[in-house]
């Protein structure tokens, strides 16, 4: 994080800026649509919830001035857009179980796939802390600021997940 | 890392089509565009009920000014007024005595 360049992005994106969204598109872009896949599983509705999110920021772009962490604001931003995509009926957006993860990445082989139904398996939290670990290739501490979480929680889940999935190829069912 | 873990950065990972990118920022462009057209409709209809408002009031002071109403003062009826005034008069010429009824 560099809160300078934050700032002047901020600054762009609440003053309506295009180049500024553009600059956010090519940071985040990217791992943002990663983690949409990996709590959808659909490549299109992946790509509609990263569209929601920049239009979220648009119409709530007056606010921006107070956002302090651009990156949890945005995946934070993102995991709700999820939510509401993915679970409409449901009010509790925390909560993804039931949410498609990777099962529809084609594996190569049988062991990925065993992994892929692993991951699928594991509880939401741990697999959204795994998505945001290894697709939006982020840190425990920014984890935790987007989430909402203390650091620990957010190490301890991905510990449990790894463990989970150890477990389960361990055991040849996942 | 374990080998779970290099398991899992091995899973293939999907990344945007090339014309994601495009697709957002268009949208981003007519969501601008869409707010900015909002106030600016807001704003002709503040006018418009400004512009009413000013009409009404330059109406009813105009009948007020036809009317002689005394703006910012007490409504005082003309039959109140005379009222008053044959009292004081006949107050003034009123010889006041002890009646003889008076046992004070």
Same mark, same amino acid.
């Given at each position: 994080?560099?809160?300078?360049?934050?700032?002047?992005?901020?600054?762009?994106?609440?003053?309506?800026?295009?180049?500024?969204?553009?600059?956010l598109y090519?940071? @985040?872009?990217?791992?943002?649509?990663?983690?949409?896949?990996? @709590?959808?599983?659909?490549?299109?509705?992946?790509?509609?919830?990263?569209?929601?999110?920049?239009?979220?920021?648009?119409?709530?772009?007056?606010?921006?001035?107070?956002?302090?962490?651009?990156?949890?604001?945005?995946?934070?931003?993102?995991?709700?857009?999820?939510?509401?995509?993915?679970?409409?009926?449901?009010?509790?957006?925390?909560?993804?179980?039931?949410?498609?993860?990777?099962?529809?990445?084609?594996?190569?082989?049988?062991?990925?796939?065993?992994?892929?139904?692993?991951?699928?398996?594991?509880?939401?939290?741990?697999?959204?802390?795994?998505?945001?670990?290894?697709?939006?290739?982020?840190?425990?501490?920014?984890?935790?600021?987007?989430?909402?979480?203390?650091?620990?929680?957010?190490?301890?889940?991905?510990?449990?997940?790894?463990?989970?999935?150890?477990?389960?190829?361990?055991?040849?069912?996942? | 890392?374990?080998?779970?873990?290099?398991?899992?950065?091995?899973?293939?990972?999907?990344?945007?089509?090339?014309?994601?990118?495009?697709?957002?920022?268009?949208?981003?462009?007519?969501?601008?565009?869409?707010?900015?057209?909002?106030?600016?409709?807001?704003?002709?209809?503040?006018?418009?009920?400004?512009?009413?408002?000013g009409v009404?009031?330059?109406?009813?002071?105009?009948?007020?000014?036809?009317?002689?109403?005394?703006?910012?003062?007490?409504?005082?009826?003309?039959?109140?007024?005379?009222?008053?005034?044959?009292?004081?008069?006949?107050?003034?010429?009123?010889?006041?005595?002890?009646?003889?009824?008076?046992?004070?």
């Amino acid at each position: 994080m560099t809160p300078g360049r934050d700032d002047a992005l901020l600054a762009g994106l609440a003053a309506g800026d295009e180049g500024a969204f553009a600059a956010l598109y090519d940071r @985040f872009g990217a791992r943002l649509f990663r983690v949409a896949h990996a @709590f959808l599983g659909s490549r299109e509705e992946a790509e509609d919830v990263v569209q929601d999110v920049f239009l979220d920021l648009v119409r709530s772009r007056a606010s921006l001035a107070r956002v302090r962490d651009l990156q949890a604001y945005v995946f934070a931003s993102l995991r709700h857009a999820a939510a509401r995509r993915g679970r409409r009926a449901r009010p509790a957006l925390a909560d993804l179980d039931g949410i498609p993860s990777r099962e529809e990445t084609p594996a190569p082989d049988e062991e990925r796939a065993r992994l892929a139904r692993a991951v699928s398996a594991l509880p939401a939290a741990q697999r959204e802390v795994l998505a945001l670990h290894l697709d939006g290739e982020m840190t425990f501490a920014e984890i935790a600021a987007t989430l909402g979480i203390s650091i620990n929680t957010a190490a301890s889940r991905y510990r449990y997940a790894i463990e989970k999935l150890r477990a389960a190829l361990k055991g040849g069912s996942p | 890392m374990n080998p779970i873990e290099r398991s899992l950065a091995g899973l293939p990972r999907p990344e945007p089509s090339p014309a994601l990118r495009a697709r957002i920022l268009n949208a981003v462009r007519e969501e601008i565009a869409r707010g900015r057209a909002r106030p600016a409709r807001a704003s002709l209809w503040r006018y418009a009920a400004a512009l009413a408002a000013g009409v009404l009031l330059c109406a009813n002071l105009s009948m007020s000014a036809a009317n002689h109403t005394r703006l910012f003062m007490p409504p005082e009826r003309d039959g109140e007024a005379i009222r008053h005034a044959i009292m004081l008069r006949a107050a003034e010429a009123t010889e006041w005595r002890e009646w003889p009824w008076d046992t004070r």
